[in-house]
């Protein structure tokens, strides 16, 4: 565990500087466009080349092209050098192609991925900022296949880091489109010359990023030259092995399109409760998972495949079990801490600007409701890597299949009976019991490929969290409750004093708690961390 630790610990803090940026981009947008229709209309646009990039790409990365590199570095003559330029090759002429059809097809993309009516200001103002953003799909797409060769490298730093510098050129662009723009979050005043401004902007932090992973590419000692002897590719054994990722890629993008369909008419029906708050909530819900479970399964793949390979199906369980109890000994006391101060974070990073107060409140709602997935989501990215490292690419898509079913039906419940004010609310309490179920059902299957994954061990590590997690979440309520009594509705002021007893004191109060009950895993980031700051 030692090893993964120091692993997850480089890219943790690569993650985390990245976050801590990506949240002052997040703010700064709020502050920029509001949670209203501008915001819904950006959030739109945003979202579509990454679905398409989940589409066509990054869902196979870590299931199939992270293996199949390593397997070439292993098998091939000169370690998998031509292979990987044959995949960089592919990757660039292919992704060129698909951005520009993308621009082309913008208006059907936006009446996909929304409920407005086309001709409508909304649904024009989206399709502009569309056009705008869609061209980072293949500088995104190159510096994802770069950042998958560096880390078969075990180079982790520049993959991690590589956001931070898209964040900064990102906020620059909405420091300047706050200065310039005239109406801010109202859609009806934003002109063409400041949409094009925050989009290409959007875009120009993507090329950013993928030149440094470039970069860091050829520093590793990487020199890449077009191959297009596709013959050599191996295709048609990637074809096999991802068109069952592909399915499970296709099938949450389906869940997808009906989450922004429900959340934009749900903002349509009742200003500020649509898409946004539903974007901006599941961001701060995904933070923890993208600093900690990103981190601990980009380290974890690569050596569950190589044991595969080797056979060695105790290193197999002795890795995923490492991994989900460094995961959890993390999530669990965060998820209760956005349970019960969700709307007290939300307000101090949202509630200035073009989002009021009140608006932000309603993420925060929207945040605590995330918080009952934090664990099953976490567990479920992770067992999901354990049918990847054994080149099993089909019982995902099943498990994906009925884990996107029951959040579609739960979702569309939500909808029809919950008030329009509380659907965004209903849509993220589908997400949660989705989750859970489907970690139970993919815990199920993956124990038995692996001839079991210790469940009585981690189902004990976990209640013992839980267990250490209770006076956190007792401290946090009273901030809360003391802090609401005392100075009335919440205001940025009132917030940072919640977070800091809440949150500050609480997660200190876990860490002492976890580290004298002798929970390994928090005991190793204590010593850790203990160590380096006593150098």
Do not use: C
């Not at 409508?120 to 869609?134: N, T």
């Not at 902007?201 to 470039?214: R, S």
């Not at 997660?507 to 708690?513: C, H, I, K, P």
């Amino acid at each position: 565990m030692s090893r993964m630790l120091r692993a997850s610990a480089i890219m943790a803090a690569g993650t985390m500087v990245s976050r801590v940026t990506g949240f002052v981009r997040t703010i700064i947008l709020a502050a920029a466009i509001g949670t209203g229709l501008m915001g819904d209309a950006y959030q739109a646009a945003y979202t579509i080349p990454y679905s398409i990039l989940d589409l066509l790409i990054l869902g196979v990365l870590s299931s199939v092209v992270v293996p199949m590199i390593v397997r070439a570095q292993q098998q091939d003559p000169d370690g998998g050098r031509a292979y990987e330029q044959r995949l960089l090759t592919i990757a660039t002429v292919a992704l060129t192609v698909v951005a520009v059809l993308a621009v082309l097809a913008a208006p059907l993309l936006i009446d996909l991925y929304t409920n407005w009516r086309p001709g409508s200001r909304e649904f024009d103002v989206a399709v502009s900022l569309a056009r705008f953003i869609l061209p980072q799909l293949a500088f995104f797409g190159v510096g994802a296949i770069a950042g998958a060769i560096l880390n078969t490298r075990d180079r982790f730093a520049a993959p991690m880091w590589a956001p931070v510098l898209n964040n900064l050129v990102v906020i620059g662009v909405l420091l300047a489109y706050i200065v310039v723009s005239a109406g801010r979050g109202d859609i009806s005043k934003v002109t063409t010359s400041e949409l094009a401004l925050l989009g290409l902007g959007t875009t120009a932090g993507i090329v950013a990023q993928a030149l440094v992973l470039i970069v860091a590419l050829k520093r590793a000692g990487f020199s890449f030259r077009l191959r297009f002897d596709v013959r050599n590719a191996r295709l048609g054994e990637m074809g096999r092995a991802g068109i069952w990722t592909i399915g499970y890629v296709v099938v949450t993008q389906l869940g997808l399109v009906l989450t922004t369909n429900l959340a934009t008419a749900a903002g349509a029906a009742v200003k500020d409760h649509g898409l946004t708050p539903y974007n901006f909530a599941f961001q701060l819900f995904q933070l923890p998972y993208g600093i900690i479970g990103v981190s601990v399964i980009t380290a974890m793949l690569p050596r569950m495949s190589r044991a595969v390979g080797e056979g060695r199906l105790d290193d197999v369980r002795s890795e995923f079990g490492s991994g989900v109890r460094l995961v959890t000994s993390v999530m669990v006391p965060i998820s209760l801490l956005l349970m019960v101060l969700g709307p007290a974070i939300t307000v101090l990073i949202f509630g200035h600007g073009a989002s009021s107060p009140e608006n932000a409140v309603y993420i925060g709602n929207v945040l605590q409701v995330f918080g009952l997935a934090l664990v099953p989501f976490s567990i479920f990215q992770l067992l999901l890597r354990v049918f990847y490292s054994f080149g099993d690419t089909r019982t995902p898509v099943f498990v994906g299949a009925g884990t996107t079913a029951v959040n579609a039906v739960l979702m569309l419940v939500a909808y029809y009976t919950l008030p329009a004010a509380y659907v965004v609310m209903g849509l993220a309490f589908a997400y949660a019991v989705a989750y859970a179920l489907g970690a139970i059902v993919a815990w199920t299957l993956a124990s038995r490929r692996v001839q079991g994954l210790g469940g009585w061990a981690v189902g004990s590590a976990l209640t013992r969290m839980y267990i250490a997690a209770l006076p956190t979440a007792v401290v946090a309520l009273g901030a809360v409750w003391g802090v609401q009594e005392l100075f009335g509705a919440l205001s940025l002021v009132n917030s940072l004093i919640i977070l800091a007893v809440g949150g500050g004191l609480g997660g200190a109060l876990y860490l002492l708690v976890a580290h004298r009950m002798r929970i390994p895993e928090v005991t190793s980031i204590v010593g850790m961390v203990a160590g380096r700051v006593g150098r």
